[in-house]
Nanobody, 122 residues
Framework: QVQLIETGGGVVQTGGSLRLSCTSPTNSLSHMPVGWFRQSTSKEREFVGYITYDGLDTLYVDAVKGRFTISRDRSKNTVSMQMDSLKPEDTAVYYC???????????????WGQGTQVTVSS
């Protein structure tokens, strides 16, 4: 089973930025699409975006489009998500996921990391 580790969460003010990273100590992420998801209190985990295995294509939900950017660094076996212009409604635990299934905005994952908390204060 692929192990995933997310880092980079924290507390920021509205309008601030954070950069989340996802890496695996057990597997290469180079040959698999990687998704980012988030779960806020009392809500189900929701899809945020993903990057294809080759890094040539990304997809984002409308709520984060233009503010979040997913990228790969193959040399570091890392997939990152730069989050800019953060809003209080972005507050959630963020997870990276692999073994994706579903299509487009209905993408889900079978394997998750432990998550990292992002809190945006107003």
């Amino acid at each position: 089973q692929v192990q995933l580790i997310e880092t980079g969460g924290g507390v920021v003010q509205t309008g601030g930025s954070l950069r989340l990273s996802c890496t695996s100590p057990t597997n290469s992420l180079s040959h698999m699409p990687v998704g980012w998801f988030r779960q806020s209190t009392s809500k189900e985990r929701e899809f945020v975006g993903y990057i294809t295995y080759d890094g040539l294509d990304t997809l984002y939900v409308d709520a984060v489009k233009g503010r979040f950017t997913i990228s790969r660094d193959r040399s570091k076996n890392t997939v990152s998500m730069q989050m800019d212009s953060l809003k209080p409604e972005d507050t959630a635990v963020y997870y990276c996921g692999v073994d994706l299934y579903g299509n487009g905005l209905l993408t889900r994952a079978r394997t998750w990391g432990q998550g990292t908390q992002v809190t945006v204060s107003s």
